[in-house]
């Protein structure tokens, strides 16, 4: 079975991957922020483009990186859609007798763009640092432990529930069972997840025991330590600072003009 | 002498009225192995988690001393320097990303110094034969691996009490071995060790004591004491070494054996002393009584057999 591993190719040689994980995750996260509020669509390409620019330099495997964006699309792609027919405004096309407004697939297009530089940039920050990195170096920036943990549970517990839900589908296939698109199959595989649920509930009482067990107390600790050199401030301000001047180039052109 | 582990009258029901544990007491002393045996539902995992204050709530009645101290379910996070316990399921004691993140989590809740921590996870990696998994994903681990990283975690603490919650189950012969191999090193080191455990076959080389359990203590003794009495390990639906029932057999065909042996080490010893006493022979014979006498000893711990002669009858 394959596993959603974020981090396969945390051990690749690139220049996001040298950078500081702090460091990392603050102009990530800065850029992702600047890049979702962006209201101009010619803006919001530009940093569509800077992010599959870094996407590129981090030396990814673009399949790894598209192939986690699907459940994107899933939910961007509808939005396009549903934007373009019913947003008012100045009709530029019909189809079928529906028109689609400029409007609607501008707001659409610049949504679509928005979200998936977002990804692109998350996809990015976490694919080139070891998960556990990202969680240390979470607890160093001082992210509100509970969510650490919750991610980080979530994380390393995902393998197992998926692990769980194989054995427990194979189980059913094994009995004879086959998913058809029919009442008694939704039943099933409503009871099936219902059973996973359950099991998670139980599994994270067991866990909660070991961790009291081993004289867990709420606040979690690491003994792990990160050197921020010059080149991770350096690549910092740059990234960040091309991200501003691009946010700004509207208003440099005005006052230049 | 303070005794490592002194259970008093020891009652537990759970939410629902099941009674899990019912006037249990034993007393364990400081260096002393003991198996924890007993059918399933007997309440031995129930028991282990009663021993550092985990489950104590208001359907525990009794009272618990760990090293002369009474457990207080208020003070369950300065347990684990006392007693580490290891669950059955790896997978509820492998928690974070990485192995040694895995390993460190218990020194560091126990305030232990970065330096320290950092030799205490070599130390229980090397000790459990994992040295240089610490950058290993927990995920990732083979079952046999994961059994012993589970052990890591717990011996990084370096509690004076070992309690474990069937070390030996799931594991294919190799990592059986190897594991068996860690808990009698940790044994001849002198750590106080509660195994609880269905490996018959492992008792005697991890274990002096035995204790069964069925919800209440129903025997208490030495290994040999509890491995003799037949009516009581079938009555808890037990039963002892395969080496000790091959040896009861060759007792039908006239193998001179006072001493059943327990283990393949003590049936070695044994062999070699009967062949050097019969000038480097062993004579067995078949008379009119050896059918039976094998029968006998073949069908004194067939539980599964009974059950489907009784069924059979009815």
Same mark, same amino acid.
């Given at each position: 079975?394959?596993?959603?591993?974020?981090?396969?190719?945390?051990?690749?040689?690139?220049?996001?991957?040298?950078?500081?994980?702090?460091? +990392?995750? !603050?102009?990530?996260?800065?850029?992702?922020? %600047?890049?979702?509020?962006?209201?101009?669509?010619?803006?919001?390409?530009?940093?569509?483009?800077?992010?599959?620019?870094?996407?590129?330099?981090?030396?990814?495997?673009?399949?790894?990186?598209?192939?986690?964006? +699907?459940?994107?699309?899933?939910?961007? %792609?509808?939005?396009?859609?549903?934007?373009?027919?019913?947003?008012?405004?100045?009709?530029?096309?019909?189809? =079928?007798?529906?028109?689609?407004?400029?409007?609607?697939?501008?707001?659409?297009?610049?949504?679509?763009?928005?979200?998936?530089?977002?990804?692109?940039?998350?996809?990015?920050?976490?694919?080139?640092?070891?998960?556990?990195?990202?969680?240390?170096?979470?607890?160093?920036?001082?992210?509100?432990?509970?969510?650490?943990?919750?991610?980080?549970?979530?994380?390393?517990?995902?393998?197992?529930?998926?692990?769980?839900?194989?054995?427990?589908?194979?189980?059913?296939? =094994? +009995?004879?069972?086959?998913?058809?698109?029919?009442?008694?199959?939704?039943?099933?595989?409503?009871?099936?997840?219902?059973?996973?649920?359950?099991?998670?509930?139980?599994?994270?009482?067991?866990?909660?025991?070991?961790?009291?067990?081993?004289?867990?107390?709420?606040?979690?600790?690491?003994?792990?330590?990160?050197?921020?050199?010059?080149?991770?401030?350096? !690549?910092?301000?740059?990234?960040?600072?091309?991200?501003?001047?691009?946010?700004?180039?509207?208003?440099?052109?005005?006052?230049?003009? | 002498?303070?005794?490592?582990?002194?259970?008093?009258?020891?009652?537990?029901?759970?939410?629902?009225?099941?009674?899990?544990?019912?006037?249990?007491?034993?007393?364990?002393?400081?260096?002393?192995?003991?198996?924890?045996?007993?059918?399933?539902?007997?309440?031995?995992?129930?028991?282990?988690?009663?021993?550092?204050?985990?489950?104590? *709530?208001?359907?525990?009645?009794?009272?618990?001393?760990?090293?002369?101290?009474?457990?207080?379910?208020?003070?369950?996070?300065?347990?684990?320097?006392?007693?580490?316990?290891?669950?059955?399921?790896?997978?509820?004691?492998?928690?974070?990303?990485?192995?040694?993140?895995?390993?460190?989590?218990?020194?560091?809740?126990?305030?232990?110094?970065?330096?320290?921590?950092?030799?205490?996870?070599?130390?229980?990696?090397?000790?459990?034969?994992?040295?240089?998994?610490?950058?290993?994903?927990?995920?990732?681990?083979?079952?046999?691996?994961?059994?012993?990283?589970?052990?890591?975690?717990?011996?990084?603490?370096?509690?004076?009490?070992?309690?474990?919650?069937?070390?030996?189950?799931?594991?294919?012969?190799?990592?059986? *071995?190897?594991?068996?191999? /860690?808990?009698?090193?940790?044994?001849?080191?002198?750590?106080?060790?509660?195994?609880?455990?269905?490996? /018959?076959?492992?008792?005697?080389?991890?274990?002096?004591?035995?204790?069964?359990?069925?919800?209440?203590?129903?025997?208490?003794?030495?290994?040999?004491?509890?491995?003799?009495?037949?009516?009581?390990?079938?009555?808890?639906?037990?039963?002892?070494?395969?080496?000790?029932?091959?040896?009861?057999?060759?007792?039908?065909?006239?193998?001179?054996?006072?001493?059943?042996?327990?283990?393949?080490?003590?049936?070695?010893?044994?062999?070699?002393?009967?062949?050097?006493?019969?000038?480097?022979?062993?004579?067995?014979?078949?008379?009119?009584?050896?059918?039976?006498?094998?029968?006998?000893?073949?069908?004194?711990?067939?539980?599964?057999?009974?059950?489907?002669?009784?069924?059979?009858?009815?």
């Amino acid at each position: 079975m394959e596993y959603p591993e974020i981090d396969k190719y945390a051990s690749l040689k690139s220049p996001i991957h040298k950078f500081d994980p702090r460091a +990392k995750i !603050l102009t990530f996260s800065s850029l992702i922020f %600047l890049f979702v509020f962006v209201d101009d669509i010619l803006l919001a390409t530009i940093n569509l483009i800077f992010a599959f620019t870094l996407l590129l330099i981090s030396r990814l495997p673009l399949g790894f990186v598209f192939d986690r964006m +699907k459940p994107v699309f899933l939910f961007v %792609l509808p939005i396009l859609v549903i934007m373009s027919l019913t947003v008012e405004g100045s009709e530029l096309v019909r189809i =079928c007798g529906v028109a689609v407004s400029y409007e609607g697939v501008r707001y659409g297009t610049l949504i679509t763009a928005r979200a998936i530089a977002a990804v692109t940039l998350a996809l990015t920050m976490l694919g080139t640092m070891r998960f556990d990195t990202t969680i240390k170096a979470l607890y160093m920036l001082k992210v509100p432990g509970t969510l650490v943990q919750m991610m980080m549970f979530t994380y390393r517990y995902i393998f197992v529930l998926l692990y769980e839900f194989s054995r427990m589908r194979r189980a059913m296939s =094994c +009995k004879g069972f086959v998913l058809k698109a029919n009442r008694y199959a939704l039943s099933m595989l409503g009871n099936l997840l219902g059973m996973l649920i359950v099991k998670s509930y139980e599994r994270a009482l067991r866990v909660h025991k070991s961790m009291i067990s081993k004289g867990y107390t709420g606040s979690p600790g690491t003994i792990t330590q990160f050197n921020m050199a010059v080149k991770d401030y350096v !690549l910092a301000v740059s990234i960040i600072g091309t991200a501003i001047l691009l946010r700004m180039y509207s208003v440099i052109l005005s006052v230049v003009s | 002498m303070t005794s490592a582990i002194r259970v008093r009258n020891l009652s537990y029901t759970y939410p629902d009225g099941t009674v899990a544990l019912e006037n249990i007491s034993f007393e364990i002393e400081k260096g002393e192995s003991v198996a924890l045996v007993g059918p399933n539902g007997a309440g031995k995992s129930t028991l282990l988690l009663h021993l550092n204050g985990i489950l104590h *709530s208001s359907g525990s009645r009794g009272a618990i001393e760990v090293l002369g101290e009474a457990v207080d379910p208020k003070k369950v996070h300065e347990m684990p320097k006392k007693i580490g316990i290891v669950f059955q399921n790896p997978d509820d004691m492998l928690f974070m990303p990485m192995l040694a993140d895995d390993v460190a989590f218990g020194p560091i809740n126990l305030g232990v110094e970065r330096d320290e921590v950092e030799r205490r996870i070599k130390d229980s990696l090397e000790m459990v034969g994992l040295a240089g998994y610490e950058t290993r994903v927990p995920h990732h681990l083979s079952g046999g691996e994961k059994k012993r990283a589970a052990l890591a975690t717990v011996l990084s603490m370096e509690p004076l009490i070992l309690a474990l919650d069937e070390p030996t189950a799931n594991l294919d012969p190799k990592s059986r *071995s190897e594991l068996i191999e /860690i808990l009698k090193r940790l044994k001849d080191e002198g750590k106080t060790l509660l195994i609880v455990t269905h490996d /018959i076959n492992a008792i005697p080389e991890l274990a002096d004591r035995v204790i069964v359990l069925n919800n209440t203590v129903i025997a208490d003794g030495t290994t040999r004491e509890i491995f003799s009495d037949t009516e009581m390990l079938v009555a808890a639906g037990l039963e002892v070494p395969v080496i000790m029932q091959l040896f009861e057999v060759l007792q039908a065909f006239g193998y001179p054996c006072d001493v059943l042996p327990l283990s393949i080490e003590s049936a070695v010893r044994n062999l070699t002393r009967t062949i050097e006493n019969g000038d480097g022979h062993i004579h067995l014979h078949i008379h009119k009584h050896t059918h039976r006498e094998i029968g006998y000893a073949r069908s004194k711990y067939q539980h599964h057999a009974d059950v489907n002669h009784s069924e059979k009858a009815t």
